[in-house]
């Protein structure tokens, strides 16, 4: 059986795959399966796979109907060989000592659940992107943080968001409860599955080194504006509040609460529907007071010609 799963999740683009697969097929350390886990069932990336010829290295699988990002992954994870499980999506690449760094401190103790690293931000034709690399970093509170254990993974990911779960990480699989992989959770399931391997009592542990390369460009999941794309998150912290998974952090999930509430309310007045953008307003106040909710509700009240003057003054 292989040591890692490299679990590669694709939905009908195909114009960064082929990097996807060959970064991981160049990995130093080799004793690791590739699962591509194929949401589409095109046609065009079965081929890109069979291509390569690298016999049960690679595998590709695919369903039959669309079911989305979280169940795809869940039916990828089930069909898993490896001990250790790495998320890998099709418009990122590794850099060849990825998995090798990650892979010895899983082994070096079996109480860390998972590693991580930090990564390069590039642009769409792959060139690294210096500046951009710097500021997320910082923007994540990496730019510190020393080799080792993590001595407070809740903190990590509640105050920073600080784990690059998919493209930069290597977990255990059997910390990672899959009937918790629920279509509720969509694009945030990065998010999700960091907060069930954090509730897990394991450590964590960061390799401070860019291993990976994180493609930005118009056709992400980040890039993409919908009126309901803050549910996700709502769903999450609602749910860390119900499990109650993080008692010292309970207020602070509030205030996150909130402001994914506020989020979503910005998000469905942007898109023209006032009614939900009022509920999810009222929400952001019900759960932690303050002003931001209160303009919102004042601009869903508003005629559509006021709102939009006063919109990229309200939003920020």
């Known amino acids: 059986m292989p040591r890692v799963s490299v679990i590669l999740t694709v939905f009908e683009r195909e114009c960064f795959l082929r990097r996807a697969i060959k970064g991981a097929l160049d990995q130093t350390f080799t004793d690791f399966e590739i699962i591509v886990t194929d949401d589409s069932n095109k046609s065009a990336i079965r081929r890109i796979c069979e291509s390569f010829q690298c016999g049960d290295r690679l595998r590709y699988r695919s369903n039959a109907r669309r079911i989305g990002a979280p169940l795809n992954l869940r039916k990828a994870i089930c069909e898993a060989r490896g001990k250790f499980v790495s998320i890998l999506n099709d418009d990122d690449f590794w850099g060849p000592t990825f998995l090798e760094k990650l892979v010895a401190p899983l082994e070096e103790n079996s ?38 254990e993590i001595q407070d993974p809740a903190g990590l990911i509640l105050h920073n968001n600080g784990l690059p779960l998919a493209m930069a ?17 969509v694009g945030a ?33 980040t890039a993409r504006r919908a009126w309901n794309k803050s549910q996700p998150v709502i769903f999450i912290f609602q749910e860390l509040l119900r499990h109650n998974w993080f008692p010292q952090m309970k207020e602070l999930i509030k205030v ?29 106040l019900e759960t932690k007071c303050h002003y931001k909710p209160v303009v919102g509700l004042v601009l869903t009240l508003l005629p559509p010609v006021l709102t939009h003057k006063i919109w990229p003054v309200a939003r920020q």
């Open 169 to 185: 990480s290597l977990f255990r699989k059997d910390c990672l409860d899959l009937s918790l992989l629920t279509d509720n959770i």
């Open 189 to 221: 399931y990065d998010f999700w599955i960091s907060c069930i391997l954090a509730v897990s009592g394991k450590s964590f542990f960061y390799v401070p080194e860019r291993l990976t390369y994180y493609r930005v460009h118009g056709s992400s999941e």
């Open 256 to 284: 996150k609460l909130s402001q994914a509430y506020f989020c979503g309310g910005k998000d469905s007045l942007l898109f023209g529907k006032k009614p939900e953008a009022r509920n999810l307003f009222f929400r952001s």
């Open 111 to 148: 109480n860390r659940v998972i590693a991580f690293s930090d990564h390069w931000i590039v642009r769409e034709n792959g060139e690294v992107d210096d500046i951009t690399t710097e500021t997320n970093t910082l923007l994540y509170a990496r730019q510190k943080l020393p080799r080792g």
